[in-house]
């Protein structure tokens, strides 16, 4: 059994550790387009208040230590732009290299999550309007408030 899961933080992650411990056998992956996998959204108010100290510590495992743990394989930095359902693939492109490669499947688990809204307020693209959704939004954040710039 072939299972691919779109997205790899809170549902991605969660899905792929339950599947390996159903069944070691199942070929579980995960493609995600950030660089991070389970990281924890709610510790990152506490990074930009200083509490967590460390980036390393809104991490809570990091690909490799993630699939030591589980036995899952994870791409990061890898974007799913098409599914083909009837060939049961999805291509996917390397954020790095731009190369786009095919993955099959028996299974598919879209947890690709969410995305912030900008809402249509006058001003809301300019520099100091600041997003918290990952981990690299929590650290622009907190420089931002270390150099002075909030
Ligand atoms: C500041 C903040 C504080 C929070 N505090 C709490 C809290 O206290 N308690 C609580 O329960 N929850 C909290 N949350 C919410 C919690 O973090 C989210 O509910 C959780 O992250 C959702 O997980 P998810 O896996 O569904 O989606 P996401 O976290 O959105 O992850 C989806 C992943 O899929 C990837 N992806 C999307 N599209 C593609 C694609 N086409 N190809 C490949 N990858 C793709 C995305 O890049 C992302 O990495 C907080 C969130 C934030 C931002």
């Not at 691919?4 to 992650?13: D, K, Q, S, Y």
């Not at 996998?37 to 993630?66: D, K, W």
Request: net charge neutral.
């Amino acid at each position: 059994m072939k299972i691919l899961i779109i997205g790899g933080v809170a549902a991605g992650t969660k899905v792929a550790a339950k599947l390996k411990r159903e069944n070691r056998d199942y070929d579980v992956t995960i493609l995600t387009k950030s660089k991070d996998i389970s990281y924890a959204g709610c510790g990152l108010p506490y990074y930009v208040g200083n509490v967590i100290e460390q980036r390393e510590q809104l991490i809570v495992n990091t690909p490799a230590s993630f699939s030591a743990l589980t036995g899952a394989t994870v791409l990061t930095e890898t974007e799913v732009i098409n599914i083909n359902r009837d060939q049961k693939s999805v291509e996917a492109k390397n954020l790095t290299t731009n190369e786009i490669s095919t993955y099959s499947y028996d299974k598919l688990v879209i947890a690709s999550g969410a995305s912030p809204i900008k809402p249509p307020i006058e001003g809301v693209n300019l520099d100091g309007v600041y997003y918290m959704r990952t981990p690299e939004d929590a650290i622009g954040l907190r420089e931002a408030v270390e150099a002075g710039k909030i």
